[in-house]
């Protein structure tokens, strides 16, 4: 059986987690990419194609000459709607493309949830720094981005007119969302579907930088939320018409009341998926791929529920190059697991981003009692080191 895998960057997500998947299930696979080199680089046993993957008539007019496909795949943000068309058209098991676009297009998801009734936010789009009477403070973020990038509360109008137009000097003809700001704490739920059966695998806690900036610097890991918050997200999901693969949903809690910040329609990346799939000990890679091979996900993923985890994102706090920096490591403290990679190599020189790119590595940590987990992934951290010079 043939799965063509969309892809920009070469991520872990894929070569940790959905090669080695496809393997395990006897999958040949097709890699359509706009970054062939780097790719055959990452992975150069498996058959790269190029291909401008952001437009679905190209992926559909490359993958039809070439082998018959069986499953058109992406854990990509960006490319979900391009896969769920190509997948339309040659009759595979897919995502609707209105639901991939509604949750992309962060515009689009507002007016989409409040013509449903189930949440109503105070939004605006502008191609243009344009002073507005809003509800301030609010947050301006691109209108199709991902990883906090380019993502500020903004406190006034003037603030407004400055920032919109220091994002839009960066990203030429884009188009911005200004919304109201939703207080509360930030958490997430993942769910894994087969548009007949729904899981829900679980969710984190984060902790986000202190504003004007929402970097994620560290996720700690939820079995479960209570009944009333998860009917709630499921009720927003719905309307959007998510229900099928893997879904990372961000949302805000406030006063018991669960208000969505963003749907990231694909397996929650920066790789908390693979924690996922060592935690709860599922095929979790498999068992995404199945879904989009028309097969049926079982009534009951087996996962287990009684483990804890944490996620830490070591971040740059200044512009400079790396000149120092703890190599990759894995080892065992009594009951907790500790994974740990580098995610900026030494000598590499960066600006300060205030997104994701500023992290500078991720530690995974797994155990069973969280206070543990915390406590052994503070001391972890505390012994590194990291230098950055001007």
């Given at each position: ?98 639901a991939t676009l509604r949750t992309k297009d962060k515009a689009e ?124 997200v499921l009720a927003q999901l719905d309307a959007l018409g998510v ?148």
């Open positions: 059986m043939r799965l063509y895998l969309l892809a920009l960057n070469p991520t872990d997500s894929v070569t940790e987690g959905f090669l080695p998947a496809a393997a395990r299930l006897g999958l040949d696979v097709t890699v359509l990419t706009d970054q062939p080199a780097a790719h055959r680089a990452t992975y150069p046993d498996v058959e790269i194609l190029e291909c401008d993957v952001r437009d679905f008539r190209a992926v559909i007019t490359r993958i039809s000459p070439h082998h018959r496909p069986d499953a058109v795949f992406t854990n990509s943000d960006h490319l979900q709607t391009q896969a769920a068309l190509a997948a339309a058209y040659f009759g595979l098991p897919g995502k609707d493309w209105r998801m507002r007016r989409r949830l409040a013509a449903a009734g189930v949440d109503r936010v105070w939004s605006a789009e502008l191609s243009e720094p344009t002073a507005l009477d809003a509800p301030y403070p609010c947050v301006l973020k691109p209108r199709e981005g991902v990883a906090s990038e380019d993502v500020v509360l903004v406190d006034n109008a003037e603030e407004l007119v400055a920032c919109s137009k220091e994002i839009l000097d960066r990203r030429p003809g884009a188009v911005l969302v200004v919304e109201e700001y939703l207080p509360g704490e930030l958490y997430t739920l993942e769910t894994l579907g087969d548009g007949a059966v729904r899981h829900v695998l679980g969710g984190f806690h984060t902790q986000l930088s202190a504003p004007p900036y929402f970097v994620e610097e560290s996720m700690t890991f939820l079995p479960a939320h209570p009944e009333p918050v998860v009917t709630q229900g099928f693969g893997a879904c990372h949903t961000e949302f805000v809690l406030d006063a018991g009341r669960a208000r969505i910040i963003e749907v990231n329609y694909r397996a929650i990346g920066d790789q908390c998926d693979l924690l996922l799939a060592r935690l709860l000990e599922v095929p979790l890679f498999e068992h995404i791929l199945r879904t989009h091979l028309g097969e049926p996900l079982p009534a009951d993923l087996g996962a287990r529920r009684d483990g804890a985890a944490r996620v830490e994102y070591p971040c740059a706090d200044r512009a400079g190059a790396l000149v120092g920096a703890p190599a990759a490591t894995e080892l065992t403290v009594g009951d907790v697991h500790l994974t740990y990679r580098p995610l900026r190599a030494v000598g590499e020189r960066h600006e300060l981003y205030r997104t994701n790119r500023d992290y500078l590595g991720v530690l995974r940590a797994t155990g069973t009692d969280q206070s543990t987990v915390d406590r052994v992934s503070a001391e972890f951290l505390a012994a590194l080191h990291w230098e950055i010079q001007p």
